[in-house]
């Protein structure tokens, strides 16, 4: 009911920057929470950036003040801006979205598919 395609991972150099999109089509009354997530070789999946439905954002350590979350609720498409990318930011990104569907009553979780980002040195 709900198809989230993400888009804008590249290789990139240290230094540079990206954006990543993750657009929703479907069914969606409404996008609630929202985060991203990145899963580095050899690495569990972790978290990268939320935005709670009020707006407020929550960054890991490693992205604070590099890495930017927004939403663009007109086209259901959120990013993360990705500034002073380093090395240890190479990593598949997927994004995580809380999506209230018609016909329901419950917030749903899906999940992109994942783009990957490699950061030469």
């Known amino acids: 009911q709900v198809q989230l395609v993400e888009s804008g991972g590249d290789l990139v150099q240290a230094g540079g920057s990206l954006r990543l999109s993750c657009a929703a089509s479907g069914s969606i009354r409404s996008i609630n929470a929202m985060g991203w997530y990145r899963q580095g070789p050899g690495k569990q999946r972790e978290l990268v950036a939320t935005m709670a439905s009020g707006g407020s954002t929550n960054y890991a350590d490693s992205v604070q003040g590099r890495f930017t979350i927004s939403r663009d609720n007109a086209k259901n498409t959120v990013y993360l801006q990705m500034n002073s990318l380093k090395p240890e930011d190479t990593a598949v990104y997927y994004c995580?979205?809380?999506?209230?569907?018609?016909?329901?009553?419950?917030?749903?979780?899906?999940w992109g598919q994942g783009t990957q980002v490699t950061v030469s040195s």
């Open positions: 995580k979205l809380g999506v209230l569907i018609f016909g329901s009553i419950w917030t749903y979780d899906y």
